[in-house]
């Protein structure tokens, strides 16, 4: 409620015992206005995350001073996913038959229903029903937001442990999703340390919607999914 230049304790009561001040209450429409505006901020940052009242939950966090560095470090993780999620919409929203939430639904060319979805551990995945009941696991994507290059081997481990479980959940493939240009790694070092990533991804090239590494992400994606590209046609006779 305080800070430097800057003092809201005039609403704290509000808060605290359900009371509007003397002093608060003049000031109602200009506080309004700015948590509709920090608010919109934060949902526009989210995007296609789509988050539900458990999400929304989890960001009060961000409110409490001792763990506001921890929620802000899940915020950045979030924001991540929800880029890589929204690039993978994109390739595949012309085939999609349901976006709703967290959920991606697709009839792919052989007639199978394809789900991609936000999950935790690893952070999307791509699996496809081929029967009733039966799930194949296609592909486990660990996205790691984190942009200080100083730590990126921790991050690099913690995918390794994830794409080890992913693999034996009968995973086919594994994707590393990083959030630092690709000219700056060291992919012979990263690949050493996460043998179980099949490819890593720089999430700055993929949410530039273009390029070679964009493009071959994008034709994995389809190809694995056995989804059509974008205004591809049947051929007859």
Request: aromatic share 6%; with cysteine.
């Given at each position: 409620y305080g800070g430097k230049g800057f003092s809201a304790a005039k609403f704290k009561k509000m808060e605290s015992d359900g009371i509007i001040t003397d002093r608060a209450e003049p000031q109602?429409?200009?506080?309004?206005?700015?948590?509709?505006g920090a608010a919109s901020f934060l949902l526009e940052k989210i995007g296609p995350?789509?988050?539900?009242?458990?999400?929304?939950?989890?960001?009060t966090l961000l409110t409490v001073g001792p763990q506001f560095r921890g929620g802000a470090n899940n915020l950045i993780g979030t924001e991540g996913i929800a880029v890589a999620f929204e690039v993978i919409r994109q390739i595949v929203s012309h085939a999609a038959s349901e976006i709703s939430?967290?959920?991606?639904?697709?009839?792919?060319?052989?007639?199978?229903?394809?789900?991609?979805k936000f999950s935790s551990d690893p952070d999307i995945v791509i699996s496809e029903e081929i029967g009733e009941g039966e799930i194949r696991n296609v592909v486990a994507i660990e996205v790691k937001s984190g942009s200080d290059i100083s730590n990126i081997h921790n991050r690099i481990g913690e995918a390794e442990?994830?794409?080890?479980?992913?693999?034996?959940r009968g995973f086919t493939e594994c994707w590393t999703v990083v959030n630092i240009p690709q000219r700056r790694l060291d992919m012979e070092k990263l690949v050493n340390e996460?043998?179980?990533?099949?490819?890593?991804?720089?999430?700055?090239?993929?949410?530039t919607g273009r390029g070679e590494t964009y493009?071959?992400?994008?034709?994995?994606?389809?190809?694995?999914?056995?989804?059509?590209p974008r205004g591809a046609s049947v051929r007859k006779g």
């Open positions: 109602l429409g200009d506080l309004c206005a700015a948590l509709c995350a789509r988050p539900n009242l458990e999400f929304l939950d989890d960001l939430g967290d959920t991606i639904r697709i009839r792919n060319a052989t007639g199978r229903m394809v789900l991609i442990k994830s794409h080890q479980k992913a693999r034996k996460s043998p179980s990533t099949d490819r890593f991804y720089s999430l700055d090239d993929l949410s493009a071959a992400f994008c034709r994995r994606v389809l190809a694995l999914t056995s989804i059509k």
